[in-house]
């Protein structure tokens, strides 16, 4: 499939979401972010003890809509939001981060209860399931720095553990091309605009949807049963 079709398509993405609209067209099919999903093995690493019964996790890859449908999904997770990281405040709009000249990247705020779910467990879906951590600037049909991977870690235990894991997948072979996830300081998330907020929840027959992003959520409850609920966390009408 040519690049200039995925830029299309994407353009198209930003528009129709712009104007809340749903189209009634039947959409061709399109090279899939979730085209090799896989089982892999958990963290090596083990988190920092805490005594936190929250945490935040910060991760970017691809739209967004479908990166907080799925992790709506996880057990131990209260609340994912879609944003943008990487850039200014100033920038971390819809319009100018769609541009690909902000620094931002489209991502997603996941707060999770660490005695559920571990940050590492957060990472392994995130690489099993959530993208394809080898796609460099794009996810799918999304072409550009938006679109990338990246782990925006909050403290030194964060970086340590994203390190570390994506060493040990490397190690492994796990991929059949190097990772190219980037791991970044968070200098701050901003939630999206709030017709972004459970998108995919809200749409569910989106062709967008439908074709790049349900299969991640498929994937997830075959592949990792044990962090699968099937009653997604929704942001709702508290959106920012």
């Not at 541009?99 to 467990?121: C, K, L, M, R």
Request: charged letters at 20%; hydrophobic letters at 40%.
């Amino acid at each position: 499939m040519s690049g200039n079709l995925r830029v299309n398509w994407s353009s198209l993405r930003k528009a129709a979401a712009a104007m809340l609209l749903l189209p009634l067209f039947a959409m061709p099919s399109l090279a899939r972010a979730d085209e090799a999903p896989r089982a892999l093995p958990a963290p090596a690493m083990a988190e920092p003890a805490s005594a936190a019964t929250v945490e935040t996790a910060v991760l970017a890859g691809g739209c967004f809509w479908g990166m907080q449908g799925l992790y709506q999904h996880v057990k131990g997770v209260s609340k994912v939001l879609a944003g943008y990281a990487g850039g200014d405040q100033s920038t971390a709009n819809y319009e100018e981060v769609s541009s690909g000249s902000t620094g931002h990247a489209e991502s997603v705020q996941i707060t999770f209860d660490p005695a559920v779910i571990s940050y590492g467990e957060i990472l392994r879906i995130y690489f099993s399931v959530a993208h394809d951590p080898t796609e460099l600037n794009r996810q799918g049909p999304d072409d550009g720095t938006q679109y990338r991977s990246a782990i925006f870690y909050a403290d030194l235990g964060q970086q340590q553990v994203a390190l570390a894991y994506i060493a040990q997948l490397e190690q492994a072979k796990a991929f059949d091309a190097p990772i190219v996830t980037r791991v970044d300081p968070l200098k701050g998330f901003y939630p999206a605009e709030a017709y972004h907020q459970d998108f995919l929840v809200n749409h569910p027959d989106y062709p967008y949807i439908v074709f790049n992003d349900l299969p991640k959520i498929d994937n997830l409850k075959r592949l990792l049963p044990e962090d699968y609920r099937e009653n997604a966390v929704t942001v709702g009408a508290a959106t920012p």
